[in-house]
């Protein structure tokens, strides 16, 4: 079982790439042990920067620190840092469209006991609707290390979400990434996974359930799909880490061959994941689609596997969804 949660594998990725780069800086409001920043910080204490709890200065500094040459990695929990300093994003770095890497931490329910003001569940539509911010949510450590390591080719604002907890792999150490591009994990033929950044959607069934996931939520989603196969259900699962830009080629690809879509997220229903698969669906090849979500409400506190269960959102439930609806 992996214990290695994705906050480390950015860390391990920026310790790596800081011995030969020294541009690389990393800032935090108080919150460099929950983000597994504190080896950074260790290693590199000239390139750190603890701001303390003043998430706003936190990211308006990483902004100047972007303009001044450098490549910022800024760190603090996703429920902050989406909505206080939400403005900073929207002005400071989106809209000098500086060099800026935001990472939400604990993302999602991660924080789960401590109720929904330290829950993430809007921050997906909050950013995505920011111009120039890109909003990733990778869903292994694998797929983490390939996205850090790809945003430090380029100087482009983004946001990171990722948990706190560890999560199971999904790829091999060799995953397959390419920037802004789904990954077909399932394809309907089989029941196993075949990881591709893309796939020949000629031969995909004509009848596919097709789960759309991001983050947490995609292997959840790949064991339900593995469950429906069982039941001779033909399930593709593309998983788009990339919620923004969003694959919209692998969405309709996959579309066309489908009798239902389901999108599944550790977010609210509106603004997401979802929301944008249904748009893109509308628009250009309309199919059924289901969102499975958090509800629209305070979601019950307990443990985040605790949460996913209750609301049906783990493999049975998924399966479950998706057969009500096929």
Known sequence: MNKIPNRKAICDVLLEKAETDRDIVVLCSDSRGS?????????????????GIAEQNLVS???????CGKKPFCFSPASFLSTRSYEQAKVDVAYSNTNVTLVGISGGV?????????????????????????VYLPSDRFQTAELIAALLQDQKPAYIRVGRNPVEDIYPENCPFVMDQAT????????????????????????LITIVACGEMTRPSVLAARLLAGEGLHTAVLDMYCVKPLDKEAVIQCALRSKLILTVEE??????????VSQIIGQQCPRKTVNLSLPDEPVITGKSQAVFDYYGLNADGIAKTAKENY
């Open 35 to 51: 983000a597994s920043m504190a080896p950074f910080f260790q290693r590199f204490p000239e390139q750190s920067v603890e701001v």
């Open 110 to 134: 991660s924080y789960g006991e401590l109720g929904m003001s330290h829950h993430s569940a809007q921050d997906i539509a909050a950013m995505s609707s920011i111009p120039n911010m890109r």
């Open 184 to 207: 077909v994990i399932l394809d309907g033929n089989a029941a196993e996974a075949l990881p591709s950044s893309r796939t020949d959607w000629e031969t995909l069934p004509s009848d």
């Open 267 to 276: 977010h609210s229903p509106f603004g997401g994941l979802g929301s944008m």
């Open 61 to 67: 500094i990483s902004a100047g620190m972007a303009k």
